[in-house]
């Protein structure tokens, strides 16, 4: 690892990590240690390092001191709509835009107001009920219940009612943040309507005379403004803040995270599995229970604006098991995928209806990772990041605490593996005042680090050696002798080195140990377009690389900027392997090649029943 930071020398691991950045250009990285909060400020100095000063976030009054405490469930952060949003199984939703962590949603209140005939005023006969709200900055809340009717009467003279309720007070639920309150009135049981605002907390009586200004023609008392519930995790959504707890989803207003209609929530049919996690893919929002893939779209709007969310079951039948291990990235060949630590410890992509295994080829690296221990279950704490082309995993090796890492390299399918590396939560910087960063949040105290550089260098990577074969080329005909001229291979990675493995069957002549003689040549495909020259790349095919060879732009291959590589060696049969190791220069990456395998004296096509190709990748510093 590189540099550290030390937001507080505490015994608890670090939960979240999470970098917040505001539409003014402010920013701060947020660490979750224990039952607190701290945010820091970084930006690089003038030598390229990162600094942060770190400094607790207090809680506003309304927000229980029990916040956060205990062990047992992790905390999420996610940004939405220039707010940063803390949710944690058991807790209060909360927000935090700089200042006071605060908690989301506007609690009505908890008793109704009372009305009292008083003479004088205007107010025809008739039977009078009130209702209030509470209005804050972010919005206004359900109303309380009805006041006990209060009856007017016109020969009386008695024709006011004193509307009373009880003081709000700031340390109390709802909140610090509300300003004042929203009176409605109904007659004779109709609808309840806007007839009076007040902008203080001092005053509590407000006298409904029959006014003019309190008439009843203001807009009806809302009914769907309520608080949300508690949540295990949540995510912006197509305007949506959706939070998700046990088996059900919840979804706010769209462009009012606020409010939470009660009628806002799908159980998916999930035979009670709880949701594990969730990420956006395209148009979806995809969710994983611990065998099960399901996926939601946004679907009508009701005529008070209100988004109604669709759920699909999909073909997938593998789920995930760490919530933070979900991550879209995006996939060679093809559009984003999900990448998800799964039950089995394999790392799985979700492609928005199947899912595939991408870690098979790393089977007995795979194999270390921890799924239980006296101390619990820990798979379930493996984190991830997508960040420089590569999905980072960082899980427990045999161990109780997470111990090591994974990096996968999505252009061109290498795995490294890194140990040493403690890390409970990882997260990305990326702006112009803090560089584009990689930081990890220690598994066992309170430290957290810069990973890698931006060169993906580290201390302890070791690749993972795999080996990726093809389908024999046999054209369906295998005991068939078929004449091969060219194959094509798409080569991927910006970084690495692919080596070409032949697999030949020769059943025709298996008195043979070999067939001397033959080229294998790689070049580039004549519709293809490199863009640069010869001396740029390979350098001569020698010693482990083949012997003898040599680079060589053939005029019968097109162009003096062409590349070709050539290695002379026997062709085993039988299915013996033979490495080729032919690096695999940076401009040459997402090329197509053509493979030939020539007679060196004649010219002829090579003769074979089939061919199988092998291509392995690795990851070079």
Same mark, same amino acid.
């Given at each position: ?41 970084? %930006? ?9 000063? *770190? ?39 909360? +927000? ?49 219940? #009805? ?34 309150? +929203? ?42 403004? /309520? ?16 939070? $998700? ?5 919840? $979804?706010?207003?769209?462009? @009012? ?20 996690? =969730? ?30 969310? &669709? ?19 995006? $996939? ?19 492609? #928005? ?5 991408? %870690? ?22 493996? =984190? ?29 399918? &290498? $795995?490294?593996?890194?140990? /040493? ?8 910087? @990326? ?11 220690? @598994? ?16 302890? #990577? ?8 093809? +389908? ?65 790349? *390979? ?53 197509? *090649? ?15 029943? @089939? ?9 070079? +510093?």
């Amino acid at each position: 690892m590189e540099e550290y930071l030390d937001p507080a020398d505490l015994p608890n691991k670090v939960r979240a990590l999470h970098k917040y950045y505001k539409r003014n250009g402010q920013s701060y990285l947020l660490v979750a240690i224990g039952n607190e909060i701290f945010r820091g400020r970084t %930006s690089l100095d003038s030598g390229g390092q990162l600094t942060a000063k *770190f400094e607790p976030v207090d809680f506003q009054t309304d927000v229980p001191a029990t916040q956060f405490s205990g062990t047992a469930n992790d905390i999420f952060f996610a940004t939405f709509q220039d707010w940063c949003y803390a949710a944690r199984k058991g807790d209060l939703l909360t +927000k935090y835009a700089g200042g006071l962590l605060k908690r989301v949603g506007i609690v009505a209140p908890i008793l109704a107001p009372t009305g009292t005939v008083a003479a004088g005023g205007t107010l025809a006969d008739g039977n009078y009920q009130y209702k209030i709200t509470y209005i804050s900055a972010y919005g206004e809340s359900n109303p309380s219940a #009805g006041s006990t009717a209060a009856t007017t009467s016109v020969a009386a003279g008695n024709q006011t009612v004193l509307v009373n309720w009880a003081a709000v007070l700031a340390a109390n639920v709802p909140g610090a943040d509300i300003t004042g309150v +929203k009176i409605y009135r109904s007659l004779g049981g109709a609808v309840y309507v806007h007839v009076h605002t007040i902008d203080n907390l001092v005053v509590t009586q407000w006298n409904d005379t029959g006014a003019a200004s309190a008439v009843a023609t203001g807009a009806a008392a809302p009914s769907d403004h /309520d608080p949300p519930p508690y949540f295990k995790g949540v995510i912006g959504y197509q305007g949506l803040l959706v939070g $998700w707890l046990n088996d059900g989803l919840y $979804w706010s207003k769209r462009n @009012s995270p606020e409010y939470w209609p009660s009628g806002n929530v799908i159980r998916l049919d999930s035979n009670g599995e709880e949701i594990i996690g =969730c990420a956006v893919l395209g148009h979806m929002l995809v969710v994983f229970t611990s065998t099960q893939i399901f996926a939601l779209t946004a679907g009508g709007v009701d005529s008070s604006g209100n988004v109604f969310l &669709a759920a699909r079951k999909t073909r997938a039948a593998i789920g995930a098991i760490a919530p933070k291990s979900i991550k879209a990235v995006p $996939w060679a060949g093809q559009a984003n995928v999900i990448l998800f630590l799964a039950p089995d410890k394999h790392v799985w992509a979700f492609t #928005g209806e199947d899912a595939f295994r991408v %870690s098979t080829k790393i089977n007995r690296t795979i194999d270390r990772i921890s799924k239980k221990s006296v101390a619990g279950s820990l798979i379930t704490d493996a =984190c991830a990041e997508f960040w420089d082309n590569h999905y980072i995993l960082c899980a427990p090796f045999k161990s109780n605490v997470n111990n090591a890492m994974l990096t996968l390299d999505v252009r061109n399918g &290498a $795995w490294t593996y890194h140990s /040493d590396q403690h890390l409970s939560c990882v997260v990305i910087l @990326s702006s112009p005042e803090d560089g584009h960063l990689l930081l990890g949040g220690d @598994s066992r105290k309170g430290y957290v680090y810069q990973v890698f550089d931006e060169s993906m260098n580290t201390d302890d #990577g070791v690749p993972i050696v795999t080996k990726m074969r093809t +389908k024999s080329f046999d054209m369906g005909v295998p005991e068939t002798d078929k004449r091969i001229r060219k194959l094509y291979y798409d080569f991927e990675g910006a970084r690495g080195v692919a080596i070409i493995t032949t697999y030949v069957d020769n059943d025709t002549d298996q008195q043979e140990a070999s067939i001397p003689g033959y080229t294998l040549y790689l070049s580039r495909d004549p519709n293809s377009s490199i863009g640069t020259t010869l001396s740029d790349n *390979f350098a001569a095919l020698t010693g482990s690389y083949g012997a003898p060879g040599r680079v060589l732009a053939d005029p019968a291959w097109g162009t003096a900027n062409a590349f070709q590589a050539r290695v002379n060696y026997d062709i085993e049969v039988i299915n013996v392997d033979n490495d080729r190791y032919i690096p695999l220069p940076a401009k040459m990456v997402g090329k197509t *090649f053509a493979i030939e395998i020539k007679d060196v004296d004649s010219g002829k096509d090579f003769k074979i029943d @089939s061919l199988s190709l092998a291509v392995r990748s690795e990851r070079v +510093k």
